[in-house]
């Protein structure tokens, strides 16, 4: 079974920064990409970031220039550095991950930013 964990999630101010992480474990063989999403209240889960195992970035035009995605593979752990933050970055945070066995999530994370 595998287990993905975050955390780092929590309540910050306007213009703050977060750290979140992603730690995975279990039977899992070589990970592939991993990716962050967020889903916020009676909105859809959309993604914020992602990158492959060889450390190709992408980001949700929203987050751009702020958000930095990054992953230790030997650790099996994907990070989220959150920068600038703003209350519309309310959400819950999720990492997901996938093997050549399936698409993993964990549980996620609570991050809101107050104005």
């Known amino acids: 079974q595998v287990q993905l964990v975050e955390s780092g999630g929590g309540l910050v101010q306007f213009g703050g920064s977060l750290r979140l992480s992603c730690a995975v474990s279990?039977?899992?063989?070589?990970?592939?990409?991993m990716a962050w999403y967020r889903q916020a209240p009676g909105k859809q889960r959309e993604m914020v970031a992602g990158?492959?195992?060889?450390?190709?970035?992408n980001y949700a035009g929203s987050v751009k220039g702020r958000f930095t995605i990054s992953r230790d593979n030997a650790k099996n752990t994907l990070y989220l550095q959150m920068n600038s933050l703003a209350p519309e970055d309310t959400a819950v945070y999720y990492c997901?991950?996938?093997?050549?066995?399936?698409?993993?999530w964990g549980q996620g994370t609570q991050v809101t930013v107050s104005s």
């Open positions: 997901n991950a996938n093997d050549r066995n399936g698409l993993y």
């Open positions: 279990g039977r899992i063989s070589r990970l592939y990409a």
């Open positions: 990158i492959t195992n060889g450390g190709i970035t």
